[in-house]
């Protein structure tokens, strides 16, 4: 799950745009009329006049999911969600609406919020952003939802030199290395896809210190395309490649077919724990509970509450 926040002056472009959307869905709200949309423009309004002088009293916040999730991802879990990262950030005591839009291939839905709470008083957004992406990482994780990776929220189609070819190389890569036991590999192989491979070295010494690919006439350190391509990082890649793959040849073959699953499974075993973890093979992926993800919430807020009271208690 990720957010984006947009500080705005007024409450009826944001309002008409989340509210307009064809097949927009009017989930949750708090504090505003809702006899049609100009009423509930014209509450925002009300309540921005108890401090006329903040010039931009409208938060404007999507919160993206993953389409990983799309199928978990009801208007009530949504409207959940939302609740508690705005609770998280803040944004308590004042007036919000929450939509649900279905023009993209994610799901994700608006929050239009009026910074002047409900006592005339400014919510502040100091820290905003920070706070925004850790909170949005806490909420992901506490949900157990999909966690992606930054290429993945790209929309590819759309890129322009050279950022197109950057991330051609990166796909060849993601791809390519794990197939790869060495350098001299991994070089061979990029090269048949149009990529160049250029080591740079330490100063005057023959230390290699970096890497750079180069394709259609561009060239990338490898940590620009990806924190995961640094030489550094490839390297120890092609190391455990390597391992995994005389491990594998050192296998004895299997005599009958009755034994292969069981000795399959031992071996997998074994080529995790001398890789050092590296496959984790035998674990098994978490499964979502929303009652007990609710539940573990719930008990989280207990703790806290009797923490709380120890300690006042102790003053």
Not at 169 to 190: E, F, G, V
Request: positive net charge; proline residues 3%.
């Amino acid at each position: 799950m990720i957010a984006k926040i947009v500080q705005g002056r007024g409450f009826k472009g944001a309002v008409n745009y989340i509210l307009d959307k064809d097949h927009a869905q009017l989930l949750y709200t708090e504090g505003v009329r809702l006899k049609d949309k100009e009423s509930i423009i014209h509450s925002f309004i009300v309540q921005h006049k108890l401090n006329p002088n903040i010039s931009k009293p409208v938060a404007h916040i999507s919160l993206d999911f993953s389409a990983q999730d799309k199928s978990r991802l009801t208007d009530r879990f949504m409207v959940d969600v939302a609740l508690e990262y705005m609770k998280k950030m803040g944004y308590m005591d004042t007036q919000y609406i929450i939509a649900r839009h279905h023009d993209t291939d994610h799901p994700h839905i608006h929050i239009v919020i009026n910074r002047i709470d409900n006592n005339g008083k400014r919510i502040s957004d100091q820290n905003e952003k920070l706070r925004n992406v850790k909170i949005c990482m806490e909420l992901t994780k506490e949900n157990c939802l999909y966690i992606a990776s930054g290429k993945e929220n790209v929309k590819e189609h759309r890129l322009k030199e050279p950022d197109k070819t950057k991330y051609e190389i990166y796909h060849t890569l993601q791809s390519t290395i794990p197939k790869c036991r060495n350098w001299q590999d991994l070089k061979a192989n990029l090269l048949k896809s149009g990529i160049t491979t250029e080591f740079r070295n330490n100063g005057g010494t023959d230390k290699i210190q970096g890497i750079r690919f180069g394709k259609n006439g561009y060239e990338f350190n490898g940590s620009k395309i990806d924190r995961a391509y640094s030489y550094t990082k490839i390297s120890y890649q092609l190391q455990q490649n390597e391992k995994l793959q005389q491990f594998q040849i050192n296998q004895p073959k299997q005599s009958t077919r009755q034994d292969n699953t069981t000795d399959l499974s031992l071996g997998l075993e074994s080529a995790a724990s001398i890789l050092g973890g590296l496959f984790d093979l035998m674990k098994p992926s978490p499964v979502y509970d929303e009652n007990e993800a609710a539940f573990l919430r719930q008990e989280a807020k207990r703790r806290k509450k009797k923490n709380d009271n120890q300690y006042r208690h102790r003053l």
